[in-house]
């Protein structure tokens, strides 16, 4: 806590005294970054009169995540229909410059940085960041603050942070530390159990199934990988969230999804193994076509093929996944179709 102490102070004299002050997830972002980004404009809140206004880009399209976002009964506005002119300071949270995953590769365009990822050069140029990737979550650095702040936790905000970390750390059991579990225990007490359930639970349309029945019929499988050409995906998330499905197989020690979504292929990679370093796996397999990152066992990644010919787009996603097979040395692997293969033995 002394740290979080004296980077709270820190953070707060850095402030702005008025005007209009940007906080930004990454694209397409997920529960931790949502709740992040809520937590940070309530922390602002606590201590300045700066106006705040919460951004994202891309899509929220997970049903999970639409659920979520209503529960907070907090907007959080589209990047594109903003005039970034009109801010003097910009936050991102859950991401930082230079990743990729986030319209502000230029560092001189950010002021603050708060992040559980490895530490991406560009932020060093930043005035103020905060980036610990011994964290599970960015919610749990970012709980740090609060309680530097002396903020108490509602029922509602408890609730938020419960949720971003039993989504991004698998319920403790990914990547989660000593002080995750602490926040976790914490915020599950005072949670409002029912809204977790609704959003755990959230009704799912067509296009999830669609998303579903696509990735089984194109599921490969070489030893303890399989791997996933999804096409066309409906919207961003469900790249990740079909790595997510395959990883339940029970011989899958690792699994690897990519989809398209406008003019990107994005990536998603997961492994049971928490030792298996997938953010340095998946830069090493994007390298060259785009950007990637991650963590021991969760990594994403995306690779623009705006003007690129079909032919060119298929021939860069066949190297990616020889680049993988390399990788995780099953380039001698027998592939298999998933259902193809014989029951399973009970």
């Known amino acids: ?84 002119d009109r801010f003097q300071s910009v936050a991102l949270v859950d991401t930082q410059p230079g990743t990729g995953n986030n319209p502000f590769d230029d560092s001189t365009l950010v002021d603050y940085v708060f992040d559980h990822h490895r530490l991406n050069p560009e932020t060093k140029a930043v005035a103020f960041h905060d980036v610990r990737d011994y964290l599970g979550t960015t919610t ?7 309680r530097a702040a002396g903020l108490g936790l509602t029922r509602r905000y408890a609730t938020l942070m419960f949720y971003a970390l039993r989504s991004e750390t698998s319920d403790l059991g990914r990547e989660a530390t000593d002080v995750d579990r602490r926040v976790y225990k914490e915020t599950f007490n005072i949670s409002d159990l029912r809204a977790i359930s609704r959003i755990v639970n959230a009704k799912v349309d067509l296009s999830y199934f669609g998303a579903v029945h696509e990735a089984i019929e194109q599921a490969r499988v070489y030893g303890p990988l399989i791997v996933t050409n ?82 060119r787009v ?28 014989p029951p399973d033995k009970k």
């Open 140 to 146: 749990t650095l970012l709980s740090l603050y609060w």
């Open 314 to 341: 298929e021939a860069i996603q066949k190297t990616v996944v020889d680049r993988l097979l390399k990788e995780l040395d099953l380039e001698s692997a027998i592939c298999r179709n998933l259902l193809g293969y």
């Open 1 to 84: 806590m002394r740290l979080a102490r004296s980077r709270f102070r820190r953070f707060g004299k850095m402030l702005p005294e008025r005007g209009e002050l940007l906080i930004a997830s990454h694209n397409n972002p997920d529960p931790d970054s949502i709740v992040s980004a809520l937590l940070l404009e309530k922390l602002i809140a606590s201590i300045s009169d700066v106006s705040v206004t919460v951004a994202y880009s891309g899509v929220i399209g997970r049903a999970e995540n639409e659920a979520l976002l209503e529960y907070s009964d907090m907007k959080l506005r589209p990047l594109r229909r903003l005039d970034l």
């Open 230 to 311: 999804l096409g066309t995906v409906p919207y961003p998330d469900a790249v990740a969230q079909i790595a997510e499905y395959f990883l339940k197989y029970r011989t899958a020690k690792w699994s690897f999804s990519m989809g398209i979504y406008e003019d990107e292929i994005l990536l998603s990679m997961r492994s049971d193994d928490p030792r298996a370093h997938l953010g340095g796996v998946a830069g090493r397999v994007v390298g060259g076509f785009g950007t990637a990152g991650g963590h021991g066992a969760s990594a994403g990644g995306q690779i623009s093929v705006t003007g690129k010919h079909p032919s």
